[in-house]
């Protein structure tokens, strides 16, 4: 078995996902603290254009995994794919972003191949030459290092943002792109897959908004999210919320920050009664300033809060408004 | 149509968690409720159950207290539970617990089995899709919507970005449920009281000791995450908070 770093690049409907950018850099940084090559993979029918793609990157050599099966995606072509691909080429370890399709997939793969997956990992730490990978648990409250306790493949996917997409090194020159073509008998792939669709039209667009006020469920009923939208009004920024108040229908989904969400970056993020769960983080943590406010002093929304309030929102949230009215009208 | 529904008993959303003596896991003195996503499984299955007929089997495998979770699945309507009740399942990774699963069920024909996407104690939102596979059965993952048609059933997959795909499926198979499917029903006085009268079946180890393996993943130690923010925590009256805010969004935030 080579001592060799597998990535595995997702694409979805002839697009990169520009999440794979964060596991090259995982790669890389890993490939250097292990002495192991760096190798990518792009699975796909006609995905060429994505290995050279890939193949620009500082990676010894990306392979184009093909057949025309694996168009359009279904986790029964997939995971076989990648099963005969890793059996052939024995990559010691497997590493993917955690997305959705990488979820539907993997844990299948794993098992297909006796293994395990260590998912949505936000870090990694080398102790007495055994790999950790660092892990959330109980919605980001705690924190756990985990280990393989089986023999190699061992499958890795890191959350996103845990890495930075931006700081994956270009190669000196490209490195070779190799076609790997898999065989996917009749009858493996069993689901149907239709097209990809949008629900309902976007009536607005979170990821351009400068500022964001957000709800959770601390805002306890529909009503009060008139509170909100007063103080959002006042700043002149956008409403916004975690899934939960999405799914009673207190706001529309497009409204909704989080994995399932849109993925914001604002000037401010302003968390009302938001606890922090990980699903929501993922839509956010990328905020410049992130301010928080939640009665439970324990909310993983503090941990990265930049500035912090400790209290009912309720008692807070009217005084707020009204300060924000003053200082803007006092110019 | 016959549901098996996979539940899990984790601690409360809000509970204060302390790491034991050796912080290799949480001290158990908390209080426990059952996995959110899995409840609107069980929420899906119940109605699945008053569309079309049939039977809702639930699931769980946890020490004793994890009891009342299937009590209170069977109070909401679920037919029959199975637990698995023995300290060697505790603790045990997604893998064997998919396996453990699948040999408690190997005496019945099952349509769906559904679970929870994932479970907010471990988060791995592996456990369906593992036991997918060790069955043979497709599966989706991340279902929003359940309709039944001919060749079997039509799913609404829900993608990231508010994006959605739906996808036709043979039966049987697993779905992972996404929570926000469907609104939670409560138990009814009825419900819980014909709950006591339903069959609850336990299940030892030793039953399914053949199909259970170690761990392939180790927990080396859990611990309070280090913070790598410098969090400014505002503190006073309501109303010095709010100047607090203001002056930090005036003066460092800069949107005043």
Redesign the interface.
Known sequence: MSDTILVVVEQREGKLNRVSWETLTAGQALAAETGWALEAAVIGSGVGNFASEVAAKKISKVYAVESPKLEPYTPDAFSAALKQFIETKQPKLVLMPHTYQVRDFVPKLATAMGRTAISDCIGYKKEGGKLLFTRQMFQGKLAADVSFACDAPWFVTFQNGAFRGDKAEAGASAAPVETFNVQIADGVIRNKPQEVFKEAKQAVDLTQAEIIVSVGRGIKEQKNIELAKQLAEALGGELAASRPICDSGWLPMDRQIGSSGQTVAPKLYLALGISGAIQHIVGMKGSRTIIAINKDSEAPIFEIADYAVVGNLFDIVPPLIEEVKKAKTSG | MKILVCMKQV?Q??A??K?NESAAW?REDVSYEVNEPDAYALEEALRQKEKHGGEVVVITSGPPRAQQVLREALAKGADRAIHLEDNGFVGL???NT?RAFAAAIKDETFDLIFTGLQS???????TG??L???LGW?????IMQIEKNDSGIRVK??????????????LPAILTI???INKLRYATLIGIKQAKNKPLRKVAMAEVQHAVG??????????????T??????EGS??E???K??D???N??R??
């Open positions: 601690p959303k809000d204060p968690l790491l949480i990774d997604a893998f998919a907010d104690d471990y988060g791995y939102a592996q899709v593992v997918a596979e060790l497709p599966h989706a993952t991340i997959r829900e993608l990231e970005a508010g994006y959605f795909q739906f996808v036709d499926m043979p996404q929570s926000g170690g761990n392939l993943q180790k927990i080396e130690r859990l611990y309070v995450p280090q913070k923010k410098n969090t400014e925590f505002l309501a109303g908070v709010a100047k805010l203001v930090k969004l005036r460092e935030v949107v005043l």
